[in-house]
């Protein structure tokens, strides 16, 4: 078993709608997650598209003497900005929905009493818990996710807290999944209450914005929830599109509005920029995308090392990934936070299994739903751990052949005898390789 371990920190109204020109092409995967064949393709396209030899990647030795790439002002990077380039990636249809205070926003339809409370579902204060959601009334006092229960209640003393019902969460899960599936097939779930649709293929007359709002409606009417939806032309907007006007939020951001909609925002919103990059950015006095477009490629090299194109990009609303989950999957994963921390390793590998069966179950249907031929081959095995500190721990290992609890059981004791702390978060899984063996698997 080849094995390697990485440990890291914790990572109004409608402008106007989306244009409905009919696009069969779907967009490359990101530079970010496919590098090498996808750059390769951009940078061809940027030879020939682009009125500059632009190298997609600006080597060091190019940015010291190829004078075009020298000053912000040089044009390389209104060239990489290219008109009919741009146009190719701004003609998805993309959705993007996000329950609102997803856990709580359940408990409150089930006891309505509860929806005129501050609400926080988590561990409870006593037991050093910590909160998975709160609902609205108990984030005007700043109470937040991840919040130490002890903390939320004296930021809130009337808090009510009730322990999470997660079977009950995935029941109402499975219910707006399948709301979505009535309107496409690629779907891209990212959590239980989140996912990416790429409705590019709608039949010609049916728009994107009124797919977003049926939906919105469905999930209403089946669950009693309210969701948000955000539509445009890329996974990066759309998200950003879903958030703008929550809850309960339906926002459009069309490719019309892209430079206008992107000068001001927040860099939080750039998908890779999270907390400890956003603080770093604004040290070098960088607070929005159009901060980071008035950057020649340079000083972007310097700031952002490795990723510089891509945050080009990004700062410019455009965005290369895919809504992945229906194609070529890279790997297949479950992770389970929990409302308290896990002190005990026998815990930890009773949550282990817990957290292997939910993978199992899933993992078998994504293999069932493809055709024969299509089965891709698991490389490796991974398992996630995050500590009480938020500090995240991977340790994976590659594997052929059959495998089953123990394997990951394995893992999980090779990461504890590394660091043996509460942890608050489990995650096991799959990287996957293009079909090619069959995928076997001891099951339980
Ligand atoms: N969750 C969790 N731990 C976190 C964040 C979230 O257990 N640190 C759980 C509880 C949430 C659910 O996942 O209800 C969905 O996460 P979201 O980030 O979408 O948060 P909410 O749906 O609660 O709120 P919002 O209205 O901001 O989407
Ligand atoms: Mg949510």
């Not at 701004?90 to 509860?114: G, W």
């Not at 026998?346 to 249907?365: I, N, P, S």
């Amino acid at each position: 078993m080849i094995c390697k371990s990485s440990i890291t920190g914790s990572p109004g109204e409608s402008l106007a709608e989306l244009p409905e020109e009919s696009s069969s092409e779907l967009p490359g995967e990101s530079p970010q997650e496919l590098p090498l064949e996808l750059r390769q393709e951009l940078r061809q396209e940027l030879r020939q598209e682009v009125p500059h030899e632009v190298p997609h990647e600006v080597s060091e030795e190019s940015l010291e003497s190829d004078p075009l790439v020298l000053g912000s002002d040089s044009g390389i990077e209104s060239s990489l900005m290219n008109a009919e380039f741009i146009s190719k990636w701004t003609k998805s249809k993309i959705l993007h929905f996000d329950l609102d205070c997803f856990y709580a926003a359940v408990e409150m339809r089930d006891n309505p009493a509860l929806k005129r409370q501050p609400l926080g579902i988590g561990g409870s204060a006593q037991s050093r818990g910590v909160l998975c959601t709160a609902n609205y009334i108990a984030r005007s006092f700043g109470v937040r996710s991840a919040m130490s229960s002890s903390l939320a209640a004296r930021k809130c003393p009337n808090l009510v807290i009730l322990p999470p019902n997660f079977k009950k969460y995935k029941a109402v899960s499975r219910e707006v999944f399948a709301i979505f599936a009535q309107y496409t097939s690629k779907i891209q779930g990212l959590s239980l209450d989140e996912a990416f649709l790429d409705v590019t293929d709608l039949p010609p007359g049916v728009l994107a914005r009124d797919v977003a709002r049926e939906i919105k409606k469905k999930v209403f009417e089946k669950t009693g929830l309210t969701i948000s939806a955000g539509v445009s032309f890329n996974k990066f907007l759309a998200k950003v599109a879903s958030d703008w006007k929550k809850p309960d939020g339906f926002f459009v951001i069309p490719p019309s509005h892209r430079q206008v909609f992107v000068r001001d925002l927040d860099i939080k919103y750039i998908f890779g920029i999270g907390r400890k990059s956003c603080e770093r950015l604004n040290a070098h006095k960088i607070f929005t995308c159009g901060d980071i477009q008035r950057r020649s490629l340079r000083e972007l090299k310097q700031v952002f090392d490795s990723r510089y194109v891509d945050m080009f990009y990004m700062s410019h609303g455009i965005d290369f990934r895919r809504v992945d989950g229906f194609g070529d999957r890279k790997s297949f994963s479950v992770e389970e936070t929990f409302y308290e921390d896990i002190v005990e390793p026998l815990d930890m590998m009773q949550r282990l299994f817990r957290v292997y069966g939910d993978w199992h179950t899933r993992f078998q249907k994504y293999i069932l739903d493809k055709n024969e031929g299509d089965v891709p081959s698991v490389s490796a095995l991974v398992v996630k751990v995050k500590y009480h500190d938020f500090k995240q721990t991977t340790h994976e290992c590659r594997f052929r052949g059959s495998f089953g609890f123990e394997e990951f059981q394995k893992l999980l004791e090779y990461i504890l005898d590394k660091r043996r702390e509460p942890i608050r978060l489990l995650g096991l899984g799959v990287r996957l390789d293009k079909p090619e063996d069959q995928v076997q698997m001891s099951l339980l």
